[in-house]
């Protein structure tokens, strides 16, 4: 069964460093999507992605984030310049059509560690 | 704001015990609902969902969810757990006028004992 997969699966980084998390949505998946839990919080959502554009973001994703889908499979999130605050796990969804009831399936999740 | 609350944090049951989860959201409009399961080691995977119809849903490895609209609640139920199910569980909704983001609950950690 196709999975979503993220590499890498644990990044440790300093603080004000740039990261950059990948992810291979399912081929056939034509909305990207971005989750985070910080630790002992819960999933929240970051960007949603359609199209080769932002559909919609939530107040976390803001200047210092940025997403982009560099070539046909990969689907990448970048944090500019790290704070302590983005340590979390990020997980990448992906669903095959538009509509609001499709199901998004989830990748592993990388976790990523600023210090 | 719209949340979406999971009362139980932490469930411990024995292996053959009934299973039932809360979870209530505070939208007001039309919403889908899923349950995503995590097993240990795994990535999140849908459990079931509902959009419309039968309130009655009916998902993966006998687990079934019922949505009362009333109530603002999507519980999810299984008659007699075992040990596999021992897991994360996520309710989520998602407020068909905001697109498609899902806002998730804060999870259960069901443990069951063999």
């Known amino acids: 069964e196709p999975e979503v997969t993220q590499t890498p699966s644990h990044q440790v980084t300093q603080m004000g460093q740039e990261v950059i998390l990948r992810c291979v949505p399912i081929?056939?998946?034509?909305?990207f999507y971005w989750y985070r839990q910080i630790l002992g919080q819960k999933v929240e959502f970051l960007v949603s992605f359609y199209n080769n554009e932002i559909s919609e973001k939530s107040e976390i994703f803001d200047d210092q984030f940025s997403v982009e889908r560099p070539d046909g499979s990969n689907f990448t999130l970048k944090i500019r310049s790290t704070k302590l605050e983005d340590s979390a796990m990020y997980f990448c969804?992906?669903?095959?059509?538009?509509?609001?009831?499709?199901?998004?399936?989830f990748g592993p999740g990388t976790r990523l560690t600023v210090l | 704001a719209q949340s979406v609350s999971q009362h139980n944090h932490h469930v411990i049951l024995s292996e053959a015990a009934s299973l039932e989860l809360g979870c209530n959201y505070s939208?007001?409009?039309?919403?889908?609902l899923f349950w995503y399961v995590q097993y240990p080691g795994q990535h999140l995977q849908l459990l079931l969902k509902y959009f419309s119809g039968d309130p009655l849903v009916k998902g993966i490895k006998g687990f079934e969810a019922e949505f009362i609209k009333s109530k603002f609640s999507f519980n999810l139920r299984k008659p007699s757990v075992q040990w596999s199910d021992t897991a994360e569980y996520f309710c989520?909704?998602?407020?068909?006028?905001?697109?498609?983001?899902?806002?998730f609950g804060g999870g259960t950690r069901l443990m069951v004992k063999p």
């Open positions: 081929s056939n998946h034509l909305y």
């Open positions: 989520a909704v998602n407020d068909r006028s905001a697109g498609n983001m899902l806002t």
């Open positions: 969804a992906s669903s095959e059509e538009t509509t609001p009831s499709d199901t998004q399936y």
């Open positions: 939208y007001g409009g039309t919403v889908n």
